[in-house]
């Protein structure tokens, strides 16, 4: 008879407080480029068309960003991450949700088949340019 391990719920929350974390790392640092990207633009007298967009996995993030939710089971809240939900609130970048296979960044921390991984390093390592 198998048993099946148990994970304790303080460890998943602590998952996903690293996860939202994370995430929110990388949108700061995005935020952070576009708002040098920004400056050099104006420098230059130049206007920007669009609106950048910033797409994630991860629901809870995106809602917490967007301020539609609360993350739940998350003691520490970082200001970076108070950051870019008010960069996302004044309209500075808009954060959107998508599904983790359309995100190509996605393949280097989920493992597939033979077949994807093949094709993935095959377009990665630039030799679908060639």
């Known amino acids: 008879m198998e048993v099946e391990p148990i994970i304790p719920i303080g460890i998943l929350k602590m998952a996903a407080q690293f996860f939202l974390l ?15 990207f920004l400056n050099i633009i104006t420098e230059l ?12 996995d991860n629901e809870a993030m995106v809602e917490f960003i967007r301020g539609e939710g609360v ?22 970048v808009n954060i959107g949700w998508t599904t983790g296979e359309t995100i190509p960044s996605d393949k280097l921390t989920k493992l597939g088949t033979r077949d994807e991984h093949e094709a993935f390093t095959y377009d990665i390592m630039g030799h679908a340019l060639l």
């Open 22 to 36: 994370r995430l929110t790392s990388i949108a700061t640092l995005l935020v952070g480029l576009y708002h040098h």
């Open 71 to 92: 993350a739940k089971g998350v003691r520490h809240m970082e200001l970076k991450m108070w950051y870019v939900r008010e960069r996302n609130k004044d309209g500075s």
């Open 45 to 56: 007298r130049q206007k920007l068309s669009e609106l950048p967009e910033l797409w994630s």
